[in-house]
């Protein structure tokens, strides 16, 4: 069981991230930690942000997208809107994602066969001059 609230330490531990980290999404207002005089205390709600924010960049969100998408959960439609622009965004990540790997095969294919042809030639040299 999670407590209300997480030090910035706690948070890093749990989430492998920087202090940097947690304070920049806190800058670009995507997490709302309470203040404390110096100290940032984290609660549940910044910590479900904070995963999702995570698994975005993961998939290769932008930041701003994140942040919109996260806006959208309080807006009182049981986040119906939230999820459908969410699905939306992430279809299209997924065709990007798949385009991307798919002219990633061919380069390393074509790289394969380039480099086959640079050990034979390669060999050739080290062949002893037929006489």
Known sequence: MHPEVM???EMCDAFDV???TLRFYEAKELLFP???GQKRLFTRRDRG???LILRGKRFG????????LLDL???GDQQEEQL???????HERLADMERQRDELNVAIAELKSQLEWGAELLASFRRPAAE
Do not use: G, H, N, S
């Open 7 to 9: 030090t910035i330490r």
């Open 61 to 68: 969100f932008a930041l701003e997208e994140i942040r919109q």
């Open 34 to 36: 309470i203040r404390d």
């Open 18 to 20: 920087t202090p940097r």
């Open 49 to 51: 942000r904070l995963k």
């Open 73 to 75: 959960y309080d807006r």
């Open 84 to 90: 459908t622009r969410t699905y939306k965004i992430a």
